[in-house]
């Protein structure tokens, strides 16, 4: 049996670095909103003979658009260029298309996405509405389902400490992210922010899981042992399970992430991340912090 | 259920088996109920028009939106495009419309005959202003039946002549009689084509556009009047474009992806737990199998999101196995029996399947609720695979369990540890 309890403080000193790296990151650097946020263009398109560089049609795009922010990745997987652009109108986007396809006869059209700062807005209000909601949702559920009172820890304080950990779940991805975005210019959308919905949705299953199972020793055991011992012996029969339902999970992120379509890769790299923190701090965070609780209490 | 369990299972396995064949996409299940694809997987394009209502009274909005839509669609169907779809939406900025075009080759054409529309309005002098200056009426191409190419009978130049239905038959009548002696001018997307000078009232509902056109433009000008003119103007404020080849390639890596992560998760579930971790891999296909026959059946648009969210759940239905067979083995350690260990494993295992699916359950309907079509086709998939997988997990596995696993034969422990 390992003794988490006993480490516990090794455990959160490492969760307590990477939650405030992640803080400070995304305090320092903040989220580049993708176009779905902002408003914006994104355009892939492919040039199979003469491959220009992405710098060579960065430049094009700047003193054609005479936008200085203009991006241009190639992506040598599918062979295909990605641009980000301001928001640009219909006739913009045909007339570049037609210079481009006078420069380089191959040019051919992937994919075109062009939003409006308006709708920009519309989307990132509903997504921040969507997320707040599921915070509300799953913390009166969290309440509903420790709703019993079992001594010597009040069910609210589960309730709590899912919370923390599910805010530990969320915040390592999207520090991520803010780092991604800061060095690589990665973007967030509203892919990102379904993934971190659904990281919140994994850490609270996890979290009860384990939870679950202190509560069942503790009404089994009826105080002959010790709370911190109690808790380490639940964390450990359920240590394989949590493993194991958050690792199928993995399996498929990674097929996904190696096999699957280039547009869902950050998405699943978010998905990656936090399922892979919610597996860490269900065995090593929501616990410890519990018997923690449970000791400030008792003093 | 408990007293038939081998009928029961043989009618799962022959549902899914049924499924099986009518998702797959050729012979069968081609024919019957074709799969939809989103626009990102079939190439389309997916076009947001802002409809700019200022100058339409209040009362009327509802008729106009929905005239719009009308006149939209009916220009769309010219495309030749399989079942376009043409919707009104409500967002910040007002009324939107949105115009999906699957498998469109040419979506710039398409966006210029949708976009580019004879916007007809008559404006009347401003009799407040000193010099002569144009202010909207409310007579505009809403209130056009028809038109037709005609030729003026003294210079032979090309005009076009417009019927008025009877609303606007009356104001143009009203319109004509108010401003005899003065100009009445005609715009054209804005622009101002002619401004002729009244001669006399005019009842019956006829007018002529005569600008300068070429024959060409007065036909191309009649085909859109006749195709409807737009009531309101509209702006194109967000487009998504995806070619086939670019949607077949996102298709199709799905699809490789969700088959490796398949055979990931079978081959780990065997790996780990032996025996019933074969249950749960053969448990996995019917869930798998019957979840694309739902999808199907209601039908849902699968989009690349749709798709995302169904191979996540792929990771997610064996979640419920895990949590049975880990309390399974408690229950054999303890001393059970085999079949015993089976049934108080399911039932102590539930609760927490329960509570660790619900909030899985919450975050897919807040999803779909209160997101766009993008998010909402992930939120749909996740939602129904999560229902699916619950019943998969529970009646599926636990028959398989329950035919298959005999207290006979005590040797065969091979249950991983």
Partial sequence: MLNIIGHKKIFLSISAVFVIAAVAAIVGFGFRQGIDFAGGTLWQFSIASNTPSAAALQDFFKSNLDASDAIVTYDAGSGSFMARLPSISEPVHQKLANLLKTSYPSFEEAGFQSIGPSVGNELRKNAIIAMILVIIGISLYVAFAFRKVFQPVSSWAYGFITLLTLFHDVAIPAGLLALLGHYAKIEIDSNFMVALLVVMGFSVHDTIVVFDRIRENLLLDRGRTAFAELVNKSVNQTMARSINTSFTLILVLLALYFTGPASLHYFVLTLLVGVTTGIYSSIFVASPLLVIWQGRKGK | ?417
């Fill in chain 2, 1 to 417: 259920m408990r007293k038939h369990p081998v009928f029961v299972l043989f009618l799962i396995v022959l549902v899914a088996v049924t499924a099986a064949f009518f998702v797959y996409p050729k012979n069968f299940g081609a024919n019957v109920m074709p799969w939809r694809l989103g626009l990102d997987l079939i190439g389309g394009s997916h076009l947001v028009y802002n409809v700019d209502l200022s100058q339409v009274a209040a009362a009327d909005r509802d008729s106009v939106l929905n005239g719009l839509r009308d006149v939209i669609e009916k220009r769309v169907n010219l495309f030749g495009v399989s079942e376009p779809q043409v919707y009104l939406a409500q967002s910040a900025g007002g009324s939107d419309l949105v115009v999906e075009l699957a498998g469109i080759k040419d979506v710039s054409q398409a966006i210029q005959l949708i976009g580019e529309t004879p916007l007809l309005d008559f404006r009347e002098t401003d009799p407040t202003a000193s010099s002569t200056q144009f202010i909207p009426t409310n007579l505009t191409g809403r209130y056009i039946t028809g038109a037709q190419l005609t030729f003026d009978p003294q210079t032979q130049a090309p005009q076009v002549s417009i019927s008025f239905n009877s609303d606007g038959a009356n104001i143009f009548e009203q319109m004509t009689a108010k401003n005899v002696g003065k100009p009445l001018a005609i715009y054209l997307d804005n622009q101002l084509i002619e401004a002729p000078i009244v001669q006399e009232k005019i009842s019956g509902g006829q007018a002529v556009i005569s600008g300068k056109f070429t024959v060409d433009e007065a036909k191309t000008l009649v085909e859109r009047f006749n195709a409807g003119a737009l009531p309101a103007p509209i702006t194109l404020i967000s487009q998504q474009t995806v070619s086939p080849t670019l949607g077949a390639d996102s298709l199709n890596k799905g699809i490789v992806a969700g088959i490796i992560g398949t055979l990931l998760v079978m081959a780990f579930m065997i790996f780990y737990y032996r025996m019933f971790g074969v249950f749960a891999a053969l448990a996995l296909l019917i869930y798998i199998f019957l979840t694309l026959g739902v999808f199907k059946v209601i039908p849902i648009t699968l989009s690349l999101a749709g798709l995302a969210g169904f191979i996540l759940t792929i990771g997610m239905a064996v979640d419920a196995n895990i949590l049975i067979f880990e309390r399974i083995k408690e229950e054999l350690k303890k001393g059970l029996s085999r079949t015993t260990a089976i049934e108080e494993g399911f039932r102590r295992a539930w609760p927490s399947i329960r509570d660790s699916n619900t909030s899985t359950i919450i975050t897919a309907i807040i999803l779909y609720y209160f997101t766009s079509s993008f998010v909402r086709g992930f939120a749909l998939t996740l939602l129904i695979g999560v229902l699916v997988s619950l019943f998969s997990a529970i009646t599926t596995t636990r028959l398989l369990l329950r035919v298959l696993v005999k207290d006979k034969n005590p040797e065969i422990k091979k249950f991983g540890n």
